[in-house]
């Protein structure tokens, strides 16, 4: 008989719920009850509410036990875990769970499941099936299933993929890269991070893919140093990945050459904007580039270069596995395939959870995320990171789409999702995104160099109650200034939250701005 | 350990040869030394072709790296949105009492260096706050005691 499974979390988040000191536990337990047991270390399966959650391997199939305490472990053992018996901690199945059982795991399929450092597991759970099925292809072949999939940048601006793609194949050079973009740095998501820590072979070849599509034989991971434990586990990987023939020489036995090396970003948020992020990985301060020339063009080095997210690379491989009809078919209006919803904040239920787009905001936070985990009324969410909008509960009915969001004076963006309880101060959050803005300016466009200094101060006046009118002009003009006279998303967009809380929560400014101009 | 100019030398020698290599060595000094001394600047300038501003440019640019060398332990709170929908605005005062500093600051003993980040991707496990290399989820009054506690221990 082969030794007992028991799986646990290395994802960052279960961790820093003490995953490891569980382990430690267990493994002291085994010793002393004299079992054997084999430890597999996975990424997490996205139930943040329920980590540390422990899977252990039964006859009949995996069971989960969550949250897991250093106190709990002796227990599980003595009434039996090993066997699947019940316990107050006992979460059955883990795919029963109804937070996993609705959800469309596609991109994030083997995301705490699989052993996330083990070649043979990944290939076992469908893994290396997209690249042998792109070799089979060829470039022109890859161009046509990814444009055919739908799928758009999944970092924020959803470009369509095979586009961007495209033009890069068609630029001339000797030299062409592939530049995952592992900056994420908007407060409310970590899909990029549970991705490498969990599956980050997906990514490797997702980027293979990408490298053979335009005819790059060198791609660059850049991860926000934020991310220690992303970093070493994608090392790990690429490590792994050489010897396994996925990265190197003739990747796959095919003809085509690919190699990945890793970089860290030094904790600049403005590097997750694409032109940004490749002044810093030329050595540079990570500042905005003027376009044109596109990336695409002249980009990293002044070589044509794909830069794309992490979950839009992760998404390929499947997408060439299971065919573009499968991805295409699901979505809603121009968004199609699945997205990876990151509910975060005061939640009940904080996770991550992948769905075709389409959900309405109310569905997501109420019904999904189950309310605040404070207990109180949900007040206000901010949808997409810290450049997203603020949304009401009158606008919950906004569906889960890039062009729904936009129409509302929103955006989706990586996905985030932050939920707010009705003890939130909303001016205290405008004069956030403004303050964040300073301090994470680049400093090369005067809107949003001065701008977001000249906001905070702004809505100080505001909330001191000095000339409020007067001054709620004056902040919506700095606003437009900002919006359309910054060079990037990040002047240009912090706008959003800043309207988008004068405009749905007057009351946090002294009163309805139409009252206060009649003052 | 302390600054050094040899082994700053050997640290650039090693990462020279890589694409745009002045961040990858930026971070391999100050994962040495725990700060990029300023007598550093112009050796990495030397060796990267690059004028002894524009190596400083990089340094001050990015909020990683240190011109000087921190307390012994460097504690991370997040200040981001999904940390404050759970109250890091109050642990982040709670923080600065006891340690009795404020941001960027260290304690006079030298153990503890206090600084503020903008999300750990710990946004479902909010607050969250990092001690080094060590990651700290669903952070309240207690645990951050207990978490400054350690700091200042060892």
């Not at chain 1, 072949?141 to 739908?150: A, L, M, N, P, Q």
């Not at chain 1, 924020?156 to 033009?167: L, M, R, S, V, Y």
């Not at chain 1, 990876?340 to 239920?349: C, D, F, R, T």
């Not at chain 2, 725990?34 to 001050?60: C, F, I, K, T, W």
Request: proline share 5%; charged share 25%.
């Amino acid at each position: 008989m082969s030794k007992p499974r028991i799986y646990i979390p290395w994802d960052a988040g279960a961790l820093s719920l003490g995953s490891s000191a569980v382990e430690r536990a267990i493994i002291a337990a085994e010793r002393r009850l004299g079992i054997d047991v084999e430890i597999i270390r996975t990424g997490s399966r996205g139930l943040f509410w329920l980590e540390p959650m422990i899977e252990v391997e039964t006859a009949g199939g995996r069971v989960a036990y969550g949250p897991v305490t250093l106190e709990d472990v002796e227990r599980l053992f003595a009434m039996g875990w090993l066997d699947g018996r019940l316990d107050r901690l006992c979460l059955g199945k883990p795919e029963d769970i109804p937070f996993l059982k609705r959800q469309t795991r596609y991109t994030f399929a083997r995301c705490g499941i699989v052993d996330r450092l083990s070649f043979a597991d990944y290939r076992a759970h469908g893994g290396v099936r997209g690249l042998a099925h792109a070799l089979s292809l060829g470039p022109a072949g890859i161009f046509d299933e990814v444009t055919k999939s739908g799928l758009r940048g999944r970092g924020g601006a959803g470009f369509p993929t095979g586009i961007k793609w495209k033009t890069t194949a068609d630029a001339q050079a000797a030299q062409k890269y592939i530049v995952c973009n592992a900056d994420e740095g908007d407060s409310g998501t970590y899909a990029d991070r549970m991705l490498m820590e969990g599956d980050p072979f997906c990514l490797i070849e997702g980027m293979a893919i990408a490298g053979i599509a335009v005819g790059a034989t060198k791609g660059f991971i850049y991860i926000r140093s934020e991310y220690p434990h992303a970093i070493r586990t994608m090392g790990r990987a690429i490590n792994i990945a050489r010897a396994e023939n996925l990265l190197g020489r003739g990747i796959a036995g095919s003809t085509y050459d690919f190699d990945i090396e890793l970089r860290v970003g030094a904790g600049a948020y403005v590097c997750g904007e694409e032109t940004a992020l490749l002044d810093s990985l030329e050595g540079k301060r990570g500042q905005v580039r003027a376009k044109p020339p596109l990336p695409a063009h002249k980009g990293a080095f002044g070589r044509p270069t794909v830069v794309n997210n992490v979950i839009s690379l992760a998404s390929v491989p499947a997408i060439l596995a299971d065919g573009a009809d499968f991805y295409r078919d699901l979505g809603y209006g121009r968004s199609r395939g699945t997205m990876p919803i990151q509910l975060a904040g005061n939640v009940k239920h904080r996770g991550l959870f992948e769905a075709a787009f389409g959900l309405t905001l109310g569905e997501i936070v109420d019904d999904i995320g189950g309310g605040t985990a404070t207990g109180r009324p949900v007040r206000a969410v901010q949808v997409g990171g810290p450049l997203g909008a603020y949304f009401p509960r009158a606008l919950f009915d906004t569906p889960f789409d890039y062009e729904a969001f936009a129409a509302k004076n929103g955006l989706i963006g990586h996905g985030g999702v932050v939920v707010f309880d009705d003890t939130v101060d909303m001016a205290r959050q405008a004069r956030f995104a403004m303050e964040f803005c300073a301090i994470e300016s680049c400093g090369k466009c005067t809107p949003c160099r001065i701008g977001s200094t000249r906001g905070v101060e702004v809505i100080d006046r505001i909330v001191r109650g000095e000339r409020r009118a007067q001054n709620l002009t004056l902040l919506q003009e700095l606003c437009e200034t900002m919006r359309f006279g910054s060079l990037c998303a990040l002047g240009g967009f912090v706008p959003f939250p800043v309207t988008s809380a004068i405009n749905h929560f007057p009351e946090d400014f002294g009163g309805a701005p139409l009252v206060a101009a009649a003052e | 350990m302390a600054w050094d100019r040899e082994r700053t030398q050997e640290i650039i020698e090693n990462n020279r040869h890589l694409d745009g290599a002045a961040l990858p060595i930026l971070h391999a000094l100050q994962q040495e030394f725990g700060y990029v001394d300023r007598e550093a600047v112009p050796m990495v300038a030397q060796a990267l072709n690059l004028s002894r501003a524009e190596v400083h440019g990089v340094v001050s640019f990015y909020h990683d790296f240190r011109e000087a060398p921190p307390g012994q332990h460097v504690l991370k709170l997040c200040r981001a949105e999904a940390c404050q929908s759970m109250g890091a605005d109050a642990l982040a005062d709670t923080a600065r009492d006891r340690l009795r500093i404020g941001w960027h600051e260290t304690t006079p003993d030298g153990r503890v260096t206090l600084e503020p980040v903008f999300c750990l991707g710990l946004c479902a496990c909010a607050p969250a706050a990092m001690l080094d290399d060590k990651v700290v989820g669903a952070l309240d009054e207690r645990r951050l005691t207990a978490l400054i506690g350690e700091a200042q221990a060892s």
